[in-house]
């Protein structure tokens, strides 16, 4: 259960490979709960997507915005 929760704390803070370290660990000490490998599952699609979306931009700017939305200043 530890290493869930610490898992779940990486996670939220984005320290995805950190994440998949503790639900590694979590599976490895319970095997038999599925918890570890549905956390482990979800933080890797996380990891896969942020590695997409940073080789689709390198640079990291935000996209523009739709000629529609007009900027408050």
């Known amino acids: 259960m530890y290493y869930n929760?610490?898992?779940n704390v990486?996670?939220?803070a984005e320290k995805l490979p950190?994440?998949?370290a503790d639900f590694s660990k979590s599976i490895e000490l319970a095997p038999q709960d599925v918890t570890g490998y549905f956390e482990?599952?979800?933080t890797e699609v996380m990891l896969a997507r942020k590695?997409?979306?940073q080789k689709s931009n390198?640079?990291?700017?935000?996209p523009a915005?739709?000629?529609w939305i007009?900027?408050?200043?």
């Open 5 to 7: 929760n610490r898992g």
């Open 18 to 20: 950190e994440a998949i």
């Open 51 to 53: 590695e997409t979306d």
């Open 65 to 67: 915005l739709p000629t």
């Open 40 to 42: 482990r599952g979800q």
């Open 70 to 73: 007009k900027r408050s200043h």
């Open 58 to 62: 390198p640079s990291n700017t935000p």
């Open 10 to 12: 990486y996670r939220a």
